[in-house]
């Protein structure tokens, strides 16, 4: 079959290159002048690679790594303490980052079986760590990473799904060796031809026969199905020319999308935390392990998440208040060359981070997508549990399978 896929993010490449090693023909349509989405690794001045958007890939994230063992792109070691980071001059030892994770879930567990619903993150964290909750580094961690409002969020999607620390593992997420955006440049060159930059689409439409796309300049590509892997604002821009099945569009409307911003740092001198949380704001910085695997990089990486600490930063009106929060809670930093902002609430094809699951999330919102919407699949980490690069892998692997079992129904 001919496939388009809208989108060439994680999700859309994973989905079109699983489809060609399906004997199919995927057409991917992007709005950017690049791929990536949200995955986008730039130089700062001093020549150390930065990400402007999704950093970590934990250890048992196995859609992620087996793509790119596929496409032969290798990945190497964070060695941060992501799950345990500083927060007032102490980090967590496993143990203790184990134990409160099982509380956690004890907690939650009990108020689901006592028929509780609209059960937030929040109301978790209080019940079992008391009214001093949000200064506990566990709660911290989670805060910042929701990129949302703790009290709006989920707290059986966002905690019984968490894929950092799946398994007991709390080190050590990984990286791309060229940069995270590598890994969709190189499927990318994989599929050549396939790629067709600068084509935002406008509107999507399918009859019994197959499925049209209009782009934002009239002109229409057909084809026999489709799949859609566009972050969730773009999404609900789109002209849909069919009704969702109910189960999906449920399940789109339990979720919202969070706000992020990041910040690269290149640097000649720092203290040696290589995971330092603010114990005040939804914030914190790192500082990867170099390729040597003994050095650390000349540079630190910042992520804000959530609308309260980016107004707090004042990242709309560029870096210097994150710089002067940074510098005080680094004293010894030295910057060396010029900062990297990159404000995700302000980018024409994302309007935000990544999602998070609402109060109304359900547990079969998990599997909404599994099948497509008559000749489309919809794809992005919106569609499944993890909100991450991992999640977006996983979902065009799901929309990729929805589309072949399309194929064999029609004998094509």
């Not at 609900?236 to 999308?257: C, K, N, W, Y």
């Not at 809670?329 to 030295?334: C, D, H, K, S, T």
Request: charged share 20%; with cysteine; hydrophobic share 45%.
């Amino acid at each position: 079959m001919k496939v388009i896929v809208i989108g060439a993010g994680l999700a859309g490449l994973t989905a079109a290159w699983k489809l060609r090693r399906q004997g199919h023909d995927p057409v991917v349509l992007e709005a950017r002048n690049r791929v990536g989405g949200r995955t986008w690794s730039q130089t700062l001045s001093n020549g150390q690679l930065t990400e402007r958007g999704g950093e970590y890939v934990f250890p048992t994230e196995f859609a992620i790594r087996r793509l790119a063992a596929e496409v032969e792109v290798p990945i190497l070691t964070h060695n941060v303490r992501y799950a345990r980071r500083t927060v007032d001059g102490a980090h967590l030892t496993v143990a203790e980052l184990n134990a409160v994770g099982e509380r956690l879930n004890a907690t939650l567990t009990a108020m689901l079986a006592s028929g509780m619903d609209r059960i937030s993150v929040d109301t978790v964290f209080q019940a079992t760590l008391g009214v001093d909750f949000q200064r506990h580094p566990a709660y911290r961690r989670i805060a910042t990473s929701l990129a949302g409002d703790p009290q709006c969020i989920s707290a059986e999607a966002a905690l019984m799904h968490e894929s950092s620390a799946a398994g007991g593992y709390v080190e050590d997420g990984g990286r791309f060796l060229r940069g995270n955006q590598s890994l969709a440049v190189e499927v990318a060159r994989l599929l050549g031809a396939a790629i067709r930059l600068e084509s935002p689409i406008a509107a999507i439409d399918q009859s019994a026969s197959g499925v049209q796309v209009t782009l934002r300049d009239g002109t229409t590509v057909d084809a026999h199905a489709a799949v859609l892997a566009v972050p969730l604002p773009i999404l609900r821009e789109i002209t849909l020319g069919f009704t969702l099945p109910v189960a999906q569009q449920s399940a789109l409307d339990h979720r919202s999308m969070g706000t992020a911003a990041k910040l690269g740092v290149p640097l000649s001198a720092v203290d040696g935390d290589v995971a330092l949380q603010n114990a005040d704001q939804t914030w914190w910085s790192w500082r990867s392990m170099s390729v040597d695997g003994e050095n650390r990089i000349p540079a630190l990486s910042c992520f804000a998440g959530g609308s309260v600490a980016l107004a707090a930063l004042d990242t709309a009106n560029g870096p210097e208040r994150w710089i002067t929060q940074l510098k005080r809670m680094r004293p010894e930093l030295v910057i060396d060359g010029d900062v990297m902002l990159t404000d995700w609430t302000n980018d024409e094809w994302t309007r935000g981070s990544y999602s998070a699951p609402a109060l109304d999330w359900r547990p079969e919102d998990a599997s909404a997508f599994d099948s497509a919407a008559g000749l489309v699949a919809i794809a992005g980490e919106h569609t499944g549990l993890q909100q991450s690069l991992n999640g977006a892998v996983v979902s065009g692997y799901r929309a990729a399978h929805a589309i072949v079992d399309l194929a064999r129904q029609r004998d094509l």
